[in-house]
């Protein structure tokens, strides 16, 4: 009975222990509050498996070893920026007054200048990407790059498969990165043994096992996507390397939608440094042996559009990305119009979105009626209530799951690219997000936005109020733990 009795208060120490180190560390840490408070809550009303969950998922571990290379290997590509910023010069004064703040906020924070001389291709249906992208692949000469959180087997996607393959065969250096955990079931398929086997180098980024993730942190993913053909031709967007007819059917939500741009002109080689810095970090080839076979360009100038390139993750400065998307939202004087699949935001984001909308911009939030996470549905609801409120125009995509990523700032300006709007993207995930200053490019998006709309029911706000108390608190307990989405 006594060491019983010693056992027991020896448990109870030890949590009270962990839990005061880690609420310690928490408050340490100085994040935004609500996610300190979520990350407290869990601590300290689950013993010991709070403190598990907060170890395995509550901070940004990249591993101490890949850390380290991450910021060796990124000394050159800040020289290569550098080098590029003195040839393309300062480009920002060619900008309209009020996209000027936000590009030179860009170029602070992430040291990528506004290109000139952009010739942008808006894709707005899969197969257009599909057929563009191998059209591409069978005129490439020097190199393909691709990077994709997921390649899913089946469809079109087999068609780019071959087209690669097709390419290594004429003497095409191949690469192509994929996100581990979003791609596992391609990597460990025929089809990528037989990539392999032509010739094509594909590798898993972020490599996730149990064993890691005592090291690492599991969920931070590579979710970019990016193709730089000939170092002259890219695209980037929202779209997986999927054939959505063959790509989560089980799930109930229906086709994914989604959009791409084309891009030639200068600021592909913003593209091509994002692609070879991840490629680096994921095989170890350095900068050196890739400018021999990496097909470095400096694309001339093919069009009119001006446009920023922005990488974001947690190996940069990883709040960078929230303030250039905070200072769109309050730059927009007329109208806003968001479209994203996963809308659960921090407090920052929901202030914007709410003043926007009460000092008289005309915003408007296309998010699909249905996704294919819980936990993300009933956050999301919970949220949507509060922005319509306040005047926010809440519109559920219901002919398919909208997965497009984009936002159009008074018809003149716009972000686009892979990033969602919850914490997930915004501080855990590799993303890659365009600015563009153009306003024809911008109204093609916006028209593409509006067709979206035109498929979309509005939120019924009084439906919303008049919701049961059981599904009122259980979007609340979701919303709680938003932040750590």
Known sequence: MTHYYFFTALLFLLDVVIRIGLSVRVIMRRRPVGVSLAWLMVILIFPFLGALIYLLFGELRLGSRRARRAEIIHEPYEAWLADLRGRIGDTRSALDHHCQPLARLTESAVGIPVFPGGELTLLDDWQQVFRALIADIDAAQRTCHMVFYIWNVGGEADEV?????????????????????????????????????????????????????????????????????????????????????HFK????????????????????????????EDWELETGVGLDELRKTGDVQQPAPQGPAHLQVIPSGPAVRSEAIEEILLMAIYAAQRELVLTTPYFVPEEALRTALISAARRGVHVILIVPAKVDSLLVRLASRAFQGDLAAAGVEIRLFDAGLLHTKSITIDGQRCLFGSLNLDPRSLFLNFEITLGIYDPTFAGQLRR????????????????????????????NVARLVGPLL
Request: proline content about 4%; some cysteine; glycine content about 8%.
């Open 161 to 245: 498969a071959e087209a690669l393959r097709r390419a290594v065969r004429r003497g095409v250096i191949c690469r192509v990165l994929v996100d581990d955990v979003g791609s596992r079931p391609f990597l460990r398929s025929p089809a990528a043994e037989k990539m392999r086997e032509a010739g094509v180098q594909l590798h898993a980024a972020l490599p996730g096992s149990l064993l890691r993730m005592l090291l690492v942190r599991y969920d931070l993913r590579m979710h970019r996507k990016i193709v730089v053909i000939d170092g002259e031709i890219a695209y980037t967007g929202s779209l997986n390397l999927v054939d959505p007819r």
């Open 448 to 475: 593409l936005q509006q067709s979206y709309i035109d498929q979309a029911e509005i939120m019924d706000l009084q439906a919303w109020q008049a919701r049961s108390p059981l599904q009122r608190f259980t979007e």
């Open 249 to 276: 059917q089980e799930a109930g939500v229906g086709e994914w939608v989604d959009a791409m741009v084309r891009i030639r002109g200068p600021a592909v080689e913003g593209l091509a440094i994002t692609f070879l």
